[in-house]
């Protein structure tokens, strides 16, 4: 199982807004992950938080793009989070090698087509709605059936814009449009994500349905959470404390 590194170049991020805003302090952890193991770095320039306000095309790439470029001198793949295809698009040529969608699609009508022109591995999210609204798309009458079912018509919008198969992965969207207890069930059944057939991610890293008021106090609930992951077959945790989690898998 990967362990893919969170690397958020923004203010309000809620677990850790501004502390790797500007472009040497984003370079800087960068590195930093992946001197702790990471298999990937997964750099956002817009947060997804709930309540969180969108920011510009033109801001979520002044963010992210000189940052990618640096931190593909590295060696270790870079991931783009980003729900435009523009932005998807300058990540890639900035050195991204992998478009981390978390709105499956949806935010953007360009960017399947973006994505298979690009013919670079997608992650696609299952997702309801923007920040803002999210938290009143979390009504379920068996959360794991529908988060399947809508995850499945990404797939076949993604095979039907022309992304390949093998590039395909999927991410049943921990903490996006449910509640604690929804999220808990996704993972009680992740398995049956996986059965889908495409690798998956999951990415829970100190989301609040772990406990505790602080984010960074919920970093021992994600550890664990990582261990009992790597049993499932998934393919890869998206994680902010990098080493802790790399460790637990050792």
Known sequence: MLVMGILNA???????????????????????????????IDVGGESTRPGAERVSAAE??????????????AGKPISIDTMRASTARAAVIA???????????????????TVAELKVPYIAMHWRGHSKEMNNLAVYTNVVEEVIAELSLRIEAALSAGVSKSNLIIDPGIGFAKEAADNWLIIEEI???????YPVLVGASRKRFLGGDDPTSREAAT??????????GIWAVRVHGVAANKAVLQ
Do not use: C
Request: glycine letters at 10%.
């Open 223 to 232: 550890v664990e959470l990582t261990k009992r992951l790597s049993q499932s």
């Open 10 to 40: 923004t203010p309000d991020s809620f677990a850790d807004g501004g502390e790797h805003f500007t472009y040497p302090a984003a370079v800087e952890h960068g590195l930093k992950l992946i001197s702790e193991g990471a298999d990937i």
């Open 191 to 197: 398995e049956r994500f996986v059965a889908l057939g």
């Open 95 to 113: 050195g991204a090698s992998i478009i981390n969608d978390v709105s499956g699609g949806l935010a953007d009508a360009a960017m399947l087509d």
């Open 60 to 73: 979520e790439e002044r963010r992210v793009i000189n940052v990618i470029s640096k931190l593909t001198d």
